[in-house]
């Protein structure tokens, strides 16, 4: 069974610093990785996806590594603002149980004091 | 990308009670998903919702308590049975064309059972 996990499960920086949220899974027979923000009490929102086949995706100050062998991705954060504090989930798509889904980890929450 | 809406955002019921949550997209989808976010937890898939046929539950997920419809590819309803306050969460729309497509998530509904 797939589980995910993310590492540190709280983070506090000031503003400026240039940080990383770790993400780990057990099973590397994933179709692809996403990133994905949450604000408090809100939905989902997707920051980047990286397919089982790549190796990392940018989207503006974001960067997102995958190693599939050792079942790791990296979310790289630069410059940070305090605008980027909110939570942040880990989630591998993968088969199990007869079927296709997105199985996700617990969230790393971001604090970025101004 | 989708545009993903849910109605109601948020309310609050009384044991004993059911309330249905809609779902629109504003597009064509092959996969629509529900999942529940209880709090401070991460989000668990509760059921895939087939156009047409009966949804797909995940372990731990009956028709009964979460009986879900889809009469077409953009709209799909998801009714929260027999309430009690266990089942106060965020519940999540969410979609996807291809296994190999970002998923997308709908603002959710913040539910309350007292």
């Known amino acids: 069974k797939q589980e995910v996990t993310q590492i540190p499960a709280a983070l506090s920086v000031p503003e400026g610093e240039n940080l990383v949220l770790n993400c780990s899974f057990t099973d590397s027979a994933i179709y692809n990785l996403q990133w994905f923000r949450q604000d408090p009490g809100k939905g989902l929102t997707s920051l980047l996806l990286i397919q089982s086949s790549q190796r990392e995706q940018t989207s503006g100050r974001l960067n997102a590594s995958l190693d599939k062998s050792s079942g790791r991705s990296t979310l790289y954060i630069a410059a940070s603002q305090p605008g980027d504090s909110a939570t942040y989930l880990c989630?591998?798509?993968?088969?199990?149980?007869?079927?296709?889904?997105?199985?996700f980890g617990k969230g790393t929450k971001l604090t970025v004091n101004p | 990308s989708a545009v993903i809406s849910q109605k109601p955002s948020r309310d609050i019921c009384q044991r004993g009670t059911s309330l249905t949550i809609q779902c629109q997209v504003d597009s064509q989808v092959t996969m629509m998903f529900w999942y529940r976010q209880q709090p401070g937890q991460s989000l668990t898939l509760i059921a895939t919702?087939?156009?047409?046929?009966?949804?797909?539950?995940e372990s731990g997920f009956v028709i009964d308590k979460f009986p879900i419809s889809r009469p077409n590819l953009t709209f799909s309803t998801l009714t929260v049975s027999n309430m009690s306050p266990e089942d106060s969460s965020i519940y999540l729309c969410?979609?996807?064309?291809?296994?190999?497509?970002?998923?997308?998530f709908g603002p959710g509904t913040r539910l309350t059972v007292l």
């Open positions: 969410s979609v996807s064309t291809r296994v190999t497509d970002t998923q997308y």
């Open positions: 989630a591998v798509r993968t088969f199990q149980g007869g079927s296709e889904k997105l199985v």
């Open positions: 919702a087939n156009q047409g046929s009966e949804a797909t539950y």
